[in-house]
């Protein structure tokens, strides 16, 4: 990418809450059901029919805004946008405009360890449209309005990302809070999380804009990256070749790698925006957001910094300790059964995500329970069984849920620290190498290697390798 120019990036981000009703109606939200079997005449945009105002919606509005720095309105309104598409039976959609319910956030993220603030303009609630489905109906479209109503929030970010990797790095930690809030699932390949790009170039060092181009509905986050990456290079060499960057709207062609036209962009003026006279402008005391406030969890950089001061986790594990709410509740479960939480990190991180991931099953549907990885540490920890042989119990306890006590004892894998014991055999095994003793007492001490190698064998890996390093050590120094 050329010095030269200067990427701007803006991301409106559409996010899908997690209600059991839609925003105005009272029908399910429940995906893949069959089409329009959650419809009712508000959904449908029957004549006479007037929206109610789903106050989930508004508390998941309020927790989002507060977990993002926003500015809580004490009054929003509700503005009719208009669209003329068959998957808006009303001709409008409700959502927020001038007065919208949160305002001026912000949200950390980092990208290769520098960290950056971007700022949130707003947070506005308004619903969803239906879908249109032109595939599998022999050269018919159909309208299916199960989505339609169904609450989102639109988080618009200040123009302040200036890589592919920024606008990345900002939609995953974005996601990771709504799922840490537990207002939306974040379900990119079900649409529950998607956004809009709006790309712009301009010479570096120059303050004014350059003309933006809005890349629409990318669900994604290597798309989205990609979508970036391309929009700008296409940009940077239409402005070399004197080529005037139009202000449009573009998809994002994963096929094909590329942006291609899909409109020319709207203005607000083309929505004709008014405030929906069927519904009344909406009032939030201070107690309701004190109430929210006093809800909301742990957030991701809050638990990132308690495990690194509390418990002197590394910045690398922290990190992937965070990314779920659920693993680092698994993690704190797991430290209050046995407090080792460096060693219970380790487990975590890397035998139990590698056999999560091998096994191609997800983290809430994981067998081995917080308790009984504490339980493995705490046996590994007491001298009951080695490193090597709390793998074999892990795999026991992956594969049927028991717990480690009854596995080591079911199976003997119980650890030998008899010295006296332990000393007879490396005895028996010196006494049967003498070769490779001269030669380690020669200076090949490689062969220390050997010699335990050979013991573990004897002991069916069941000695205590402190005594057996102990011990070997001492005897090799003849």
Known sequence: MTTEFETVIG??????????????????????????????????????CLPVLNKRAVEYAIKLGLATNCSIAKQSIFARKHYLYPDLPKGYQISQYEEPICTKGSLEISVVDQKKTIGITRIHMEEDAGKNVHQDYSGYSIVDLNRAGV??????????????????????????IVRYLDVSDGNMEEGSLRCDANVSVRLRGTKEFGTKVEIKNINSFKFVERAIDFEVARQIEAIKNNQAIVQETRLWDETKQETRTMRTKEYAQDYRYFPDPDL??????????????????????????????????????????????????????????????????????????????????????NPVSPENLAGLVRLIDEGIISGKIAKTVFDEMFLTGAAPNSIVDKKNLRQNSNVGEIEKTIDAILAANQENVSAYRSGKTKLFGFFVGEIMKQTQGKANPKVVNDILTAKLKG
């Open 151 to 176: 609450p989102l929030l639109e988080v618009v970010s200040e123009p302040d990302l200036r890589s592919s990797a920024e606008a990345g790095a900002y939609m995953r930690r974005l996601r990771q």
């Open 280 to 365: 009344t402008p909406l009032v939030i005391s201070d107690n309701w957001i004190e109430r929210v406030r006093a809800s909301l969890p742990e957030l991701p950089t809050q638990v990132f910094t308690r495990l690194k001061t509390m418990y002197g986790i590394e910045d690398d594990l922290a990190e992937i300790l965070t990314q779920e709410r659920m693993v680092a509740t698994y993690f704190d479960q797991a430290v209050a059964a046995h407090r080792n939480a460096p060693a219970l990190a380790n487990w975590i991180t890397t035998e139990l995500f590698g056999r999560l991931n091998k096994e191609g099953i997800n983290f809430e549907d």
């Open 11 to 48: 991301l409106e981000v559409h996010v899908q809450l997690k209600t059991d009703s839609k925003i105005f109606a009272a029908s399910g939200t429940t995906a893949g059901l069959a089409p329009n079997t959650l419809t009712d005449p508000v959904t449908l945009g029957l004549p006479g």
